[in-house]
């Protein structure tokens, strides 16, 4: 089992920037994986925000190119979101994921709020 603790969610105002951190706080993870984020706005289902892989390759939605950047840190287990330019519709429930090479085995963290709004 593998846990995932997030941070960093909170309430911004629309061009504001914020920064969520995911640490693996417990259990083993493979080399081979894959950490990203998704989010959850009311009403809608679970959408890829972005995703990075033990390599290096990074796949984002369409919706935050150019404004969302993600990284990980093999060594430490983390994987951080910087989002910049927020916008209203940015506004969700953040989760952090990680899915080792294995077919159907997925982690969630326990999800972080972001608001933004004026």
């Known amino acids: 089992q593998v846990q995932l603790v997030e941070s960093g969610g909170g309430l911004v105002q629309p061009g504001g920037s914020l920064r969520l951190s995911c640490a693996v706080a417990?259990?083993?993870?493979?080399?081979?994986?894959?950490m990203g984020w998704y989010r959850q706005a009311p009403g809608k289902q679970r959408e890829l925000v972005a995703a990075?892989?033990?390599?290096?390759?990074?796949n984002y939605a369409d919706s935050v190119k150019g404004r969302f950047t993600i990284s990980r840190d093999n060594a430490k287990k983390t994987v951080d979101l910087q989002m910049n330019s927020l916008k209203p519709e940015d506004t969700a429930v953040y989760y952090c994921?990680?899915?080792?090479?294995?077919?159907?085995?997925?982690?969630w963290g326990q999800g972080t709020q972001v608001n933004v709004s004026s």
């Open positions: 417990s259990g083993t993870i493979v080399s081979i994986n894959t």
């Open positions: 994921n990680y899915r080792p090479n294995l077919p159907g085995v997925a982690y």
């Open positions: 990075i892989t033990s390599g290096g390759r990074i």
